[in-house]
């Protein structure tokens, strides 16, 4: 179980990466600064925060605490205006350091402690935890790609409206074990 879990654990953040690189690739640099007011984040801001958080819990997880001394997470919300390269160079420094780590991982890991401000977790805690945040974050970042772009804004997911065609397509075929983010991975050619 423990090598299914991490495969999927896997899947599902290289998935959700992607949903936000599908977002970046629609925008402007000024659209990846944008703060619609002072007290909302920019898409910049918000991968800088998962940049930070990324690096904070994923390094040296089982020797240090997830919440590194010298980790701001106040600066990370700091007005930021970003290139386009600075913005991919943060926003993959952090998903290279948490893809890595996973990659470390054997299922007896999974069982370990390891603490974030600490708190113990178990490694399938802390793994869970991220997938609820980190989503969370992507979530915010496409939401504000859909209002930038309005009509301009190309789907991620199943288009409005194209949910009986897909689900016909998807029930003509035969039945079949897979995980939900395979279809999209092949797609971007991961």
Not at 148 to 158: D, G, Q, V
């Amino acid at each position: 179980m423990g090598t299914d879990y991490l495969e999927s654990a896997k899947k599902q953040f290289a998935y959700y990466k992607l949903l936000g690189e599908k977002t970046f690739d629609q925008l402007t640099v000024e659209q990846l600064n944008w703060q619609p007011d002072e007290q909302s984040n920019s898409i910049a801001m918000i991968v800088n925060h998962l940049a930070g958080n990324m690096l904070s819990r994923w390094t040296d997880i089982f020797n240090t605490d997830g919440e590194k001394p010298d980790r701001s997470r106040d600066a990370e919300f700091g007005t930021i205006n970003y290139s386009r390269e600075e913005l991919l160079n943060r926003w993959n420094a952090g998903w290279s350091c948490l893809l890595s780590t996973l990659d470390t991982l054997t299922p007896d890991d999974l069982d370990q402690i390891i603490y974030i401000r600490n708190m113990g977790h178990t490694v399938m805690e802390a793994i869970n935890r991220q997938l609820a945040h980190y989503p969370y974050h992507i979530g915010q970042i496409v939401f504000i790609g859909k209002i930038l772009l309005n009509n301009n804004w190309k789907s991620l997911s199943i288009p409005k409206g194209q949910s009986d065609s897909y689900n016909a397509d998807k029930f003509a075929e035969d039945k079949r074990r897979s995980h939900f983010t395979d279809e999209y991975i092949k797609k971007a050619g991961l």
